[in-house]
């Protein structure tokens, strides 16, 4: 199985900072690779697929990059509604995987 | 408007089934693989099962591998899990979520599954 370790768990940041979440993989899946927002109560909602392709109506402050093992996702201008956990998921092979998370903070 | 609806939760004794149901509406039902998904309490996203639009080809996490089946009903727009022997561990939120390459680009509100004496 491929296994996905996220960084960092948790991050505190202020309404306008750039944030940058990392994804490592177990081996290489190329870029297939996906993030998604978690709001406490809600299901996740995919932000970007295929490791840089925007999901359609994410806002554009939302960006990802990587392939083979390490990727990342970056908010370029944290907005009150960003603040929320953050997972990756490998879609190279099965069994599909997740990241444990990274939670985004109010500092 | 796209949207997937699942139910069936509830809380089970130990060794118990229950079967879970996911309903699609908006869109090609019959086009789409789908997922289940589960979140324990206070956990991070497990990936459950997957099933093509066909049927013929079906994955499953080995957590599940043996009592957990996973089915559909094209002509209802619906999708199942069937969940035997179940377990405390198999306490979560389950989410039926649409299929994109792998990706889950579709989901519901999930229905929660509760395994407790």
């Known amino acids: 199985d491929i296994q996905m370790t996220q960084s960092p768990s948790s991050v505190s940041a202020s309404v306008g900072d750039r944030v940058t979440i990392t994804c490592r993989a177990s081996q290489g899946i190329s870029s297939w690779l996906a993030w998604y927002q978690q709001k406490p109560g809600k299901a996740p909602k995919l932000l970007i697929y295929a490791a840089s392709i925007l999901q359609s109506g994410v806002p554009s402050r939302f960006s990802g990059s990587g392939s083979g093992t390490d990727f990342s996702l970056s908010i370029s201008s944290l907005q009150p509604e960003d603040f929320a956990i953050y997972y990756c998921q490998q879609a190279m092979s099965f069994p599909l995987t997740f990241g444990g998370g990274t939670k985004v903070e109010i500092k | 408007e796209v949207q997937l609806v699942e139910s069936g939760g509830g809380l089970v004794q130990p060794g118990g089934s229950l079967r879970l149901s996911c309903v699609g509406s908006?869109?090609?039902?019959?086009?789409?693989?789908m997922n289940w998904v589960r979140q324990a309490p206070g956990k991070g996203l497990e990936w459950v099962s997957f099933?093509?639009?066909?049927?013929?080809?079906?994955y499953q996490a080995d957590s599940v591998k043996g009592r957990f089946t996973i089915s559909r009903d094209n002509a209802k727009n619906s999708m199942f899990l069937q969940m035997n022997s179940l377990r405390v561990e198999d306490t979560a939120v389950y989410y039926c979520a649409r299929d994109l390459s792998y990706y889950m680009d579709v989901w519901g509100k999930g229905t929660t599954v509760a395994v407790s004496s």
């Open positions: 908006g869109f090609n039902f019959y086009s789409y693989s």
């Open positions: 099933i093509n639009s066909g049927s013929s080809a079906i």
